[in-house]
């Protein structure tokens, strides 16, 4: 069984800095793409950015320039530094991967969510 379970939110101060984490566990052969998402109250769960497995990186137009998505493949775990945060920032942030364990096919994953609250 594969479980991803993110960590790293809380509240901070507009213009403050915040890093999540996602560490996926499991019997894991492979992983593709790993994404960071977010939702927002009354909103729809929109992607943040995206990191391959080669390192390649993507970003949301909202969020590029104060966000940075890594990911370490050894430890399987990604990662998302966000800097220069804004109330609108404000969002439970969800992790995803795609994911091949020994025996099954590739398949995609969600973590439980992190809140991220930005306010002064």
């Known amino acids: 069984q594969v479980q991803l379970v993110e960590s790293g939110g809380g509240l901070v101060q507009p213009g403050g800095s915040l890093r999540l984490s996602c560490a996926a566990s499991?019997?894991?052969?492979?992983?593709?793409?790993m994404d960071w998402y977010r939702q927002a109250p009354g909103k729809l769960r929109e992607l943040v950015a995206t990191?391959?497995?080669?390192?390649?990186?993507n970003y949301a137009a909202s969020v590029k320039g104060r966000f940075t998505v890594s990911r370490d493949n050894a430890k399987n775990t990604m990662y998302l530094q966000m800097n220069s945060l804004k109330p609108e920032d404000t969002a439970v942030y969800y992790c995803?991967?795609?994911?091949?364990?020994?025996?099954?096919?590739?398949?995609?994953?969600w973590g439980q969510g992190t809140q991220v609250t930005v306010s002064s």
């Open positions: 995803y991967a795609d994911i091949a364990v020994v025996g099954v096919p590739w398949h995609g994953y």
């Open positions: 499991g019997n894991i052969f492979s992983i593709d793409a």
């Open positions: 990191v391959t497995s080669g390192g390649s990186t």
